[in-house]
C-alpha cells in the first residue's frame, strides 16, 4: 500500500494506492482546505432545542451546527467555547461540529488550528503505508508529521491520471459494457445502472457483477449522505438477493456505510457518513 500526494499548483491530489488499484482520492485545496478537525473558537448565537443543537458562530461569515450528543446539551447563548470540525461544509451546509473541552476558547470566535488534512489523515490511519510525493515544498510542510515515511516521487501518480480525471464527470463505466450515472441533490443522490450492452445478460447476474465496480465508484468520489441505487431491470423478488452482496462490498469502505433496505420505488437505500465532501462538490484540480 502507498499513500500519494500529487502537487499541481494550489491543490494535491490525495490518492490511496492498495495492490496498484486506486482504493481512496481526495482533494486537497492548500489555501482553501476542506476545514475537517479544524480547531475554532465559537460563539452560541441560538440555542434550537428543535433540532436537539445549537448555532455556533466561528468567525465573521462562518456558523457551524453543535449537536446536543457532541457537547451542545446545555449551552447558553453569548457562550465562548472551542470546538472542532467532525464534518466539512458540503450540500450548502455549514460544517457540524464537537464540543472540544481540552483547549480553552479564544477571546473571539476564529480558527484556532487548522486539522490535517486528508493525506496526513489517510497517514495516521495506515500507518505502515509508504507515502510518495511528487513535491518538495509539500514534503517540508509535511515532514514534522510524516518524518521517516516521505519519499520524493515525481511521476507517481502518473498511471492514475486518466482514472481521476473521470472521477468528475457525472457518469462511470461498469463491467459488462454498464454504465453509472450520478445525479447529487441535496437530499441525497441518485446511482442509476444503465445496463446498455450488457442487457442481453440476465439482470440478477449483471446486477450482481457490476455491485464492486460500484461500491469502488462510491467510495472514489466520496459519495455521502443518502444514496438511492437503482439496480438495472430487477423484478421485485430478486432485489432480496442483492442485499448479502452489497453488504459484504460495503464492508470494505473505509467509512463503514449500511445498507436500509429497498424502497417500495426499488431503490437500495444506504446511508454513507458524510465527513470530508464529495468530489462534485469541489473545484477540479
Given amino acids: 500500500m502507498v499513500i500519494i500526494g500529487a502537487r499541481r499548483g494550489g491543490c494535491v491530489r490525495v490518492a490511496r494506492v492498495e495492490r496498484g488499484e486506486l482504493a481512496e482520492f481526495y482533494l ?12 475554532y ?20 461569515n462562518l456558523s457551524g451546527f453543535l449537536p446536543d450528543s457532541a457537547g451542545g446539551r446545555g449551552q447558553n447563548i453569548g457562550t465562548y467555547l472551542t470546538v472542532r470540525v467532525t464534518r466539512g461544509p458540503q450540500g450548502g451546509k455549514g460544517p457540524r461540529l464537537a464540543a472540544h473541552p481540552a483547549l480553552a476558547p479564544g477571546e473571539s470566535p476564529g480558527l484556532l488550528k487548522r486539522g490535517p488534512g486528508p493525506l496526513i489523515a489517510l497517514a495516521q490511519a495506515h500507518p505502515g503505508a509508504e507515502i510518495w510525493v511528487d513535491d518538495y515544498e509539500l514534503m517540508a510542510s509535511l515532514r514534522p508529521a ?14 492514475f491520471e486518466d482514472e481521476a480525471a473521470a472521477l468528475f464527470e457525472p457518469s462511470a463505466p461498469l463491467p459488462q459494457g454498464a454504465r453509472l450515472h450520478i445525479t447529487p441533490a441535496p437530499a441525497a443522490t441518485l446511482l442509476d445502472i444503465d445496463a446498455a450492452a450488457a442487457s442481453a445478460m440476465p439482470p440478477l447476474a449483471l446486477n450482481l457483477s457490476l455491485i464492486p465496480a460500484l ?11 443518502a444514496l438511492l441505487i437503482d439496480f438495472a431491470g430487477l423484478k421485485s423478488a430478486q432485489r432480496a438477493k442483492l442485499a448479502a452482496p452489497l453488504q459484504a462490498a460495503l464492508a470494505f469502505d473505509p467509512l463503514k456505510p449500511r445498507l436500509l433496505g429497498f424502497s417500495h420505488h426499488g431503490f437500495a437505500e444506504i446511508t454513507r457518513p458524510r465527513i470530508r465532501p464529495a468530489l462534485h462538490e469541489m473545484p477540479p484540480p
Avoid: K, M, Y
Fill in 41 to 60: 473558537t465559537g460563539r452560541v448565537d441560538a440555542v434550537l432545542p428543535a433540532l436537539a443543537g445549537c448555532f455556533v458562530a466561528l468567525g465573521p
Fill in 146 to 159: 510524516l518524518a521517516g515515511r516521505l519519499r520524493h516521487v515525481a511521476d507517481g501518480f502518473a498511471p
Fill in 215 to 225: 461500491c469502488r465508484q462510491i467510495v472514489l468520489r466520496n459519495l455521502s449522505g
Fill in 28 to 39: 486537497w485545496h492548500l489555501a482553501a482546505p476542506d476545514g475537517v478537525e479544524d480547531l
